[in-house]
């Protein structure tokens, strides 16, 4: 059975103990949500969008969202974190249904995120790639190497979408951006509480790699990265 969004709550409310990292998790929960409800075409056939949580160490909102939409029994959030659950601290494709990647070491996914676009494409399945990332977690050098490649790539089937709470080292406004417009990926900066605003930048694709940064950590103010040099942007 399918919950609502105004569900979440209580389900994230099960799960208890003291490596939950209810930071992490709250800040992603309206992105999760809107991408399994609004957005994403999701499933078991190869033909599906693939969601990718490099975000793994904040797993809760992930596992709320995925017992709220039927794909985990919700009697398994009270164990979770436990020597028997299949819900560990962090997520594991193994034993999780709907979970893509086993994630946890922050700077893989998006990496992670660029090979399965690109093996989709090289098996000729048109299927979105979504990657949650974190904005410290950018400073990993291996997503400077991949959001590179996507953009030389063209992939155009992948969505990073930063969930952006001002926690990285040297946070400066309009730095996010700016890495991934000098690489030529689309952009575009929304409220990370608004799911319209969400779904609307969500399911955009714009015919190259688009980045989504979700502002989290209050209102969303204007940003003006470095100018472009793609030819989309001189139109």
Known sequence: ?????????RLMSLMTGDEKHSAAATSTLD????????????????????FLLSKGHGPMAYYAVLAARGLVPEEWLTDWGSFESPLGLHPDR???PG???SSGSLGHGLPLAVGTALGLRARGVDSRVVVLVGDAELDEGSNAEALALAAARGLDALTVVVVDNRSASFTTPGRIVARFVAEGWAYAVVDGHDHDALASALSARPGRPNVVVADVSGPVRPVAPAPSTHPEDAR
Do not use: K, Q
């Open 31 to 50: 992105v999760i949500w809107v991408l399994h409800d609004r957005v994403l075409s999701l499933g078991p056939g190869e033909d599906r969008d693939r």
């Open 1 to 9: 059975m399918t919950s609502t969004y105004e569900e979440l709550p």
């Open 99 to 101: 979970v893509e990647i």
């Open 94 to 96: 193994n034993l999780v």
